[in-house]
């Protein structure tokens, strides 16, 4: 797998926890996740990239 991904291992876990598929991927591997799960995920890292571009973003 050479493609780099935009969310880090750590990330991605932290969101699985959150969302409650983590053991899923545990068990079976990121492809054992269901497509709404992922995309469940997706959505939440953008809206934590937003979040911190909010409060962070600025110089």
Not at 5 to 29: P, R
Not at 44 to 50: G, K, L, N, S, T
Request: hydrophobic share 35%; proline share 2%; net charge positive.
């Amino acid at each position: 797998m050479g493609r780099r991904s935009m969310m880090s291992d750590q990330l991605k876990e932290e969101i699985a926890k959150e969302l409650g598929f983590y053991d899923t991927v545990q068990k079976e591997g990121w492809g054992g996740i269901k497509a709404r799960d992922a995309g469940n995920m997706v959505k939440r890292a953008i809206e934590m990239a937003e979040q911190n571009m909010q409060h962070g973003g600025r110089p």
